[in-house]
Nanobody, 121 residues
Framework: QVQLVESGGGLVQPGGSLRLSCAAS????????IGWFRQAPGKEREGLLC????????YYVDSVKGRFTISRDNAKNTVYLQMNSLKPEDTAVYYC??????????????WGQGTQVTVSS
């Protein structure tokens, strides 16, 4: 069955970095776009960025441009979210999701369970 499993979250100080991983199984990652989303307490889920099947990145919000990057390793069936210069407002549960096709879209058919990121001194 299709599964997405996030990992790499944790507690980090402001200005620090984390790399999240989204391990995919049950489908051929090469053919799909994968997006990263987050949800902070009391807030709606927010789309951050996405990588299409051709490694093109789409940013959904300006707040992470210049700080977050997305990449994929199809051989390892994994998509990564590199987060630098983290701020307390980046604190949230981070999710990866599969787009319904190879292009980035808001139509996501499978989601991971999420990984907590806390930015605090």
């Amino acid at each position: 069955q299709v599964q997405l499993v996030e990992s790499g979250g944790g507690l980090v100080q402001p200005g620090g970095s984390l790399r999240l991983s989204c391990a995919a199984s049950g489908f051929t990652l090469d053919y799909y776009a994968i997006g990263w989303f987050r949800q902070a307490p009391g807030k709606e889920r927010e789309g951050l960025l996405c990588i299409n099947r051709y490694d093109g990145a789409t940013y959904y919000v300006d707040s992470v441009k210049g700080r977050f990057t997305i990449s994929r390793d199809n051989a390892k069936n994994t998509v990564y979210l590199q987060m630098n210069s983290l701020k307390p407002e980046d604190t949230a549960v981070y999710y990866c999701a599969r787009s319904s096709g190879g292009a980035c879209s808001w139509s996501n058919d499978y989601w991971g369970q999420g990984t907590q990121v806390t930015v605090s001194s």
